[in-house]
């Protein structure tokens, strides 16, 4: 199983929109409406921003928001903040659970 | 609500193995489907394997197939993942993480991956 395919980085501005996009196959990301999103700032784990590609767990702030296309998932995060700087993965079943390889924001 | 918490951090030589526990709190382990997740220094999440509540089974990632096993005790509430083999690629740090509770049943962590346990560093050198 390969690793699905992110942007190594991303950057924007404080209330500015990003969106970071998480490619993959028909085998995973296009097969399955299971693909979930994760922040981790340095030194923590994960947290789940994102599942069953557009839900967001409680707690999670409205800014943030999933999408697919075909094979491709994205993450879109708006009104960005100074604390949404981190890096952020994406993650899908494909019978097994494969993760992208990693994306890196920077809020200006 | 629900906790893990993992063991401490390991030092091995290579060739060695290690076991990495992650105890749960707050439910039991058999209502939970506990996953492995590892990040070496300054590299992503890499997915190692889990409990699959669908068929009742435990998956492994295949990169990790005859090197990693996953086990539970349910009379502890803990799980357990031992790597064997360990070479200086294995140094990273490890978590268990579950899947979610919605409407008052945990959801597989196929859907997503909302707890998860502090960590626990291995480190392999000679």
């Known amino acids: 199983q390969s690793a699905l395919t992110q942007p190594a980085s991303v950057s924007g501005s404080p209330g500015q929109s990003i969106t970071i996009s998480c490619t993959g196959t028909?085998?995973?990301?296009?097969?399955?409406?299971?693909v979930s999103w994760y922040q981790q700032h340095p030194g923590k784990a994960p947290k789940l921003m994102i599942y069953?590609?557009?839900k967001r767990p409680s707690g999670v702030s409205n800014r943030f928001s999933g999408s697919k296309s075909g094979n491709t998932a994205s993450l879109t995060i708006s009104g960005l903040q100074a604390e949404d700087e981190a890096d952020y993965y994406c993650c899908s079943y494909a019978g097994s659970l494969v993760f992208g390889g990693g994306t890196k924001l920077t809020v200006l | 609500q629900v906790q893990l918490v993992q063991s401490g951090a390991e030092v091995k030589k290579p060739g060695a193995s290690v076991k990495v526990s992650c105890k749960v709190s707050?439910?039991?382990?058999?209502?939970?489907?506990m996953h492995w997740v590892r990040q070496a220094p300054g590299k992503g999440l890499e997915w190692m394997g889990g409990f699959d509540p669908e068929d009742g089974e435990t998956i492994y990632a295949q990169k990790f197939q005859g090197r990693v096993t996953m086990t539970e005790d349910t009379s502890t509430d803990t799980a357990y993942m031992e790597l064997s083999s360990l070479r200086s690629e294995d140094t990273a740090v490890y978590y268990c993480a579950t899947g979610m509770l919605r409407f008052l049943e945990w959801l597989s962590p196929h859907y997503g991956m909302d707890v998860w346990g502090q960590g626990t560093t291995v480190t392999v050198s000679s």
């Open positions: 707050g439910y039991t382990l058999t209502e939970l489907s």
């Open positions: 028909s085998s995973d990301v296009g097969s399955y409406n299971l």
């Open positions: 069953e590609g557009s």
